[in-house]
T-cell receptor, first 120, second 112 residues
Framework: SQTIHQWPATLVQPVGSPLSLECTVEGTSNPNLYWYRQAAGRGLQLLFYSVGIGQISSEVPQNLSASRPQDRQFILSSKKLLLSDSGFYLC???????????????????FGPGTRLTVL | AQTVTQSQPEMSVQEAETVTLSCTYDTSESDYYLFWYKQPPSRQMILVIRQEAYKQQNATENRFSVNFQKAAKSFSLKISDSQLGDAAMYFCAYSDNNDMRFGAGTRLTVKP
C-alpha cells in the first residue's frame, strides 16, 4: 500500500533562517506531488506541484521554492523565512492523469500528516 | 482563476440528524471535478466524495451524498445520520485541466 511521510512534524524557526521540509512517498511510482499551505482557520493554498523529477510548477509567487531530486521525494525550501511563512504545510500525491493525460483532473490526492511551521 | 466559496464557517448538528454543507464555485470550464475533503483534529486530509461534472447523477458514499447543480455552480454535501466521528473541518475543492482550488472550509460540530 502507498504511504506518504512528512518531516518534521513541528518546526519553530526564527525569521531569516533557512527552511527545508521533506516529503516522501512509498509504494507507488511516478506520482504527481503537491505542496500546500494552510494558514490558521483558512483553506488550502496550492504552492507547488510536480509531475516528474526536476519538474516543478509554482502556483503563487512567494518566498519558497520546491525541488524533486528523486521520483518519490519532494522538498520545500526557503533561504530566509518570513513571519508570513508560518502555517501548516501539507504534502500530497496523486496517480498519473486520467485519459487525456492531465495531471490535475479528477484524481484523488492523498495527503501526508503535515508540518506545523512557526516563524518567530 | 477559479474560486471556491464555502459560506458557512461553522455548522453544528445533533447526533443522528442530517446536515448539509454548502459550496459554490466559479468557472468557465465545462469539464471539471469537485471534491469534499474532511480534516479531523488530527489534521489528516481525507477524501469524502468526488463528483465528475459531466455526470448528472449525484455521487453518494454511504451516509454522504452531494447535490450537484451544474448550472448554479453549486455542490453541497449532505451527511445523514451524523456521528460524533463526523466532527471535522470540511473542505470543498475544484479541479480542472489547469487548476486545483480549495474553499476556506466549514467546521462541523456534532452534538451528542
Amino acid at each position: 500500500s502507498q504511504t506518504i511521510h512528512q518531516w518534521p512534524a513541528t518546526l519553530v524557526q526564527p525569521v531569516g533562517s533557512p527552511l527545508s521540509l521533506e516529503c516522501t512517498v512509498e509504494g507507488t511510482s511516478n506520482p504527481n506531488l503537491y505542496w500546500y499551505r494552510q494558514a490558521a482557520g483558512r483553506g488550502l493554498q496550492l504552492l507547488f506541484y510536480s509531475v516528474g523529477i526536476g519538474q516543478i510548477s509554482s502556483e503563487v509567487p512567494q518566498n519558497l521554492s520546491a525541488s524533486r531530486p528523486q521520483d518519490r521525494q519532494f522538498i520545500l525550501s526557503s533561504k530566509k523565512l518570513l513571519l508570513s511563512d508560518s502555517g501548516f504545510y501539507l504534502c500530497a500525491w496523486s496517480g498519473m492523469g486520467l485519459a487525456g493525460g492531465n495531471y490535475l483532473r479528477g484524481n484523488e490526492q492523498f495527503f501526508g500528516p503535515g508540518t506545523r511551521l512557526t516563524v518567530l | 482563476a477559479q474560486t471556491v466559496t464555502q459560506s458557512q464557517p461553522e455548522m453544528s448538528v445533533q447526533e443522528a440528524e442530517t446536515v448539509t454543507l454548502s459550496c459554490t464555485y466559479d468557472t468557465s470550464e465545462s469539464d471539471y471535478y469537485l471534491f469534499w475533503y474532511k480534516q479531523p483534529p488530527s489534521r489528516q486530509m481525507i477524501l469524502v466524495i468526488r463528483q465528475e461534472a459531466y455526470k448528472q447523477q449525484n455521487a453518494t458514499e454511504n451516509r454522504f451524498s452531494v447535490n450537484f447543480q451544474k448550472a448554479a455552480k453549486s455542490f453541497s454535501l449532505k451527511i445523514s445520520d451524523s456521528q460524533l466521528g463526523d466532527a471535522a473541518m470540511y473542505f470543498c475543492a475544484y479541479s480542472d485541466n489547469n487548476d486545483m482550488r480549495f474553499g476556506a472550509g466549514t467546521r462541523l460540530t456534532v452534538k451528542p
